[in-house]
């Protein structure tokens, strides 16, 4: 049996996805969490065999999640389920210690084929993908590192600085210099510009 520990902070999609793994024979949900701290403080992660893990996690992003549990020893597999392209951030997750990302826009047969891999030892990569794939020319926002991806598409629904801060569990300082950083990658120089930059190239709705 293949136990599964779900780390996301939209409760729609933990359900959705403990529903889908409850409907397995081989697998079952031993534990759920909404926000990184609690993954790496829970009790029970000696238990789980394989960390179903959003990289958007407020309080401590999923990237540090990953960080911590690798240089933990932790042998706890981590399959990392993102709404960002897998050549955004795969090649980056996979060597922090992931053994697979996926889109969330993949179908839940993929899912279900990852954590089947992954818990059987593999470093699951979807066929014909190139992790190590460069960005595509004219996109400066996939040169974004996770953290500024998270204030990026924070920023792109409206959020204030300040309202970003509380969510992420950052100060203020913080993220006003990860504004600037996205700003000189996206040669914008307003937030203004940010908004108009993303609605350009589709990366938000």
């Not at 839940?108 to 470093?123: D, K």
């Not at 204030?160 to 120089?189: G, Y």
Request: net charge neutral.
């Amino acid at each position: 049996m293949i136990r599964i520990f779900i780390a996301d902070d939209h409760p729609i999609v933990r359900q959705g996805l403990r529903e889908l793994i409850s409907r397995q024979p081989d697998m079952q949900v031993v534990g759920e969490a909404e926000d990184g701290h609690a993954v790496v403080n829970a009790e029970s992660r000696s238990t789980w065999d394989v960390l179903l893990l959003d990289l958007s996690l407020p309080r401590l992003s999923g990237v540090e999640v990953v960080r911590r549990l690798h240089a933990e020893g932790a042998t706890t597999r981590i399959v990392v389920l993102s709404m960002y392209p897998e050549d955004q951030y795969a090649g980056k997750l996979l060597e922090e210690g992931a053994a697979a990302y996926l889109s969330k826009s993949l179908p839940p047969q993929e899912v279900l084929r990852a954590l089947r891999a992954v818990a059987a030892g593999e470093v699951y990569a979807r066929p014909g993908r190139d992790r190590s794939e460069p960005p595509a020319a004219g996109e400066p926002h996939k040169t974004l590192s996770p953290r500024e991806n998270q204030v990026f598409m924070r920023i792109t629904q409206g959020r204030t600085v300040t309202e970003i801060a509380a969510e992420l569990d950052l100060s203020v300082s913080t993220v006003s210099t990860h504004v600037t950083n996205i700003k000189n990658k996206l040669k914008a120089r307003s937030i203004g510009d940010i908004i108009n930059y993303a609605h350009r190239v589709g990366a938000v709705e």
